[in-house]
């Protein structure tokens, strides 16, 4: 649960700051965002059920969070994007499709 909970505030989060500021979702770009977010939520699950104190295993996922998404911005790291296919498969119907018995 807070693995995603990290994902969605992070995604909310960016989509609040690029509507106010008018710019293009950085969502839908390539760079290490959502990611840098769930590991950060990894962070603190993972030191969380080792029996680490809450408040350490916070410290921890916030900065790695910060580290990741500091170093992404500073070497330019960043995810592959989807890209859809431009064209649409065109379905071809045979004799071996048609032939019901």
């Given amino acids: 649960m807070a693995i995603a909970l990290g994902a969605v505030t992070g995604c909310v989060g960016g989509i609040i700051r690029d509507t106010l500021g008018q710019v293009p979702s950085v969502l839908l770009g390539h760079e290490v965002y ?8 990894c962070t603190y699950v993972g030191l969380d059920a080792l029996g680490v104190g809450r408040l350490a295993a916070m410290i921890a996922g916030f ?11 500073r070497y330019g ?25």
């Fill in 77 to 101: 790291w960043s995810l592959p994007v989807f890209r859809g296919s431009t064209k649409r498969e065109q379905w071809t119907t045979t004799s071996s499709d048609t032939t019901r018995p």
């Fill in 34 to 41: 959502v990611t840098a977010s769930v590991l950060g939520g």
């Fill in 63 to 73: 900065a790695v969070t910060f580290v990741v998404r500091g170093l992404a911005i």
